[in-house]
């Protein structure tokens, strides 16, 4: 027979059910395209995205999505290929030139998608969210020609 409880009265058991606590995957790599830059620069226009891309793109993503932003800040895996960017080494002297300047002031950051089909993708990193920027399918961004 269930016991009764009186109005009011919140249950022992209820009384120690303990706070909650953040998932396992709180301090997870997050990505944002709040400042995906679609038309300031035609070298990282989607239009340059070949068939496959897409599916690339996004399982790459998931695939990142599992380190923390200190892995992938650490990490000097080849294939992985995250490292900052010096924009005076690049294509792109004055960088993400869409963005206000608190955020250009932000250290750059890229990623490989694969070894060479795909690319690389540029942004920058916010605590634990990477903003993606720029999307290169071609290299444009370190191609063996600077362009002004």
């Known amino acids: 027979m269930a016991k009764k409880i009186k109005r009011g009265r919140i249950p022992r058991l209820a009384r120690s059910i303990p706070p909650a606590s953040p998932p396992p995957d709180a301090d997870s ?5 709040k400042y995906l830059d679609l038309v ?5 226009s989607l239009k340059r995205c070949r068939d496959g891309y897409l599916h690339t793109f996004l399982e790459r993503l998931r695939d990142l999505s599992r380190l923390t932003a200190k892995e992938f800040r650490t990490n000097r895996s080849r294939a992985l290929r995250a490292h900052p960017i010096d924009f005076s080494e690049t294509t792109e002297p004055q ?54």
């Open 40 to 44: 300031g620069n035609a070298k990282f």
């Open 29 to 33: 790599l997050r990505f944002s395209f």
């Open 95 to 148: 960088g993400f030139r869409a963005l206000n300047e608190q955020l250009r002031a932000e250290q750059a950051w890229q990623f490989q998608l694969t070894a060479n089909e795909h690319g690389r993708v540029h942004g920058f990193l916010l605590l634990d969210t990477f903003f993606v920027v720029w999307i290169d399918p071609d290299h444009e961004l370190y191609s063996s020609q600077r362009q002004g």
